[in-house]
């Protein structure tokens, strides 16, 4: 079974830094595409990042280029998004989710909350 | 604003057909696969929709998809209360090299 599950999430001051981990299992992690999605409160679906299946290649949103870094350990089939400079536009619940090559985002994880506040 | 562009909300009786659209330009839907997302209050999204009109083993045929120039739409045939939620179009931009989503569409069962 195909599992994708987030962790991280937390309350940051705006400025700070947080780092939030997707750790999947049930398929092999070093053979697909992921990305990371964010969902404001009450608002629509946000792409923020993305990373090719060998990690050769990296793409974020313009909202968070700059600030924001991809990056996978295969051998720990383990996702990872390091935000630093946060700000309090940034609050979401951010999911990670499996590109299925053209076949879209095909699972995605529950999602963990990103909080920026003073 | 997103640079693909639904309506925010559709609305439709039980049994009905509803159609929601999505559209963009020759950089995203003009020339890639668009996907379709389902949403429920506090859940996950769910795909609903691959490749333009493919369905994913478990969704029923009642919802469909179609893709002309430009423009994309989900169609959801004998609506059904359980279909209500939100549902957003996602597309690969060739010129922003980024993932765009619709704004989503509220659907609403009367």
């Known amino acids: 079974e195909v599992q994708l599950l987030e962790s991280g999430g937390g309350l940051v001051q705006p400025g700070g830094s947080l780092r939030l981990s997707c750790t999947v299992s049930?398929?092999?992690?070093?053979?697909?595409?992921m990305s990371w999605v964010r969902q404001a409160p009450g608002k629509g679906l946000q792409w923020v990042s993305a990373?090719?299946?060998?990690?050769?290649?990296?793409y974020y949103a313009d909202s968070v280029k700059g600030r924001f870094t991809i990056s996978r350990d295969d051998s720990d089939n383990t996702l990872y998004l390091q935000m630093n400079s946060l700000k309090v536009e940034d609050t979401a619940l951010y999911y990670c989710?499996?590109?299925?090559?053209?076949?879209?985002?095909?699972?995605w994880g529950q999602g963990t909350l990103v909080s920026v506040s003073s | 604003q997103s640079v693909v562009t639904q309506p925010p909300s559709a609305s439709g009786t039980p049994g009905q057909r509803v159609t929601i659209s999505c559209s963009g330009s020759?950089?995203?839907?003009?020339?890639?696969?668009v996907h379709w997302y389902q949403q429920f209050p506090g859940k996950a999204p769910k795909l609903l929709i691959y490749?333009?009109?493919q369905r994913p083993s478990g969704v029923p045929d009642r919802f469909s998809g179609s893709k002309s120039g430009t423009s994309a739409s989900l169609a959801i045939s004998g609506l059904r209360s359980e279909d209500e939620g939100d549902y957003y179009c996602?597309?690969?931009?060739?010129?922003?090299?980024?993932?765009?989503f619709g704004g989503g569409t509220k659907l609403t069962v009367l």
């Open positions: 989710a499996r590109r299925n090559g053209d076949d879209g985002f095909d699972y």
């Open positions: 049930g398929f092999t992690f070093s053979n697909y595409a």
């Open positions: 990373i090719s299946y060998d990690g050769s290649r990296t």
């Open positions: 020759s950089s995203n839907i003009g020339s890639k696969s």
């Open positions: 490749r333009n009109n």
């Open positions: 996602a597309v690969w931009d060739d010129s922003l090299r980024s993932w765009l």
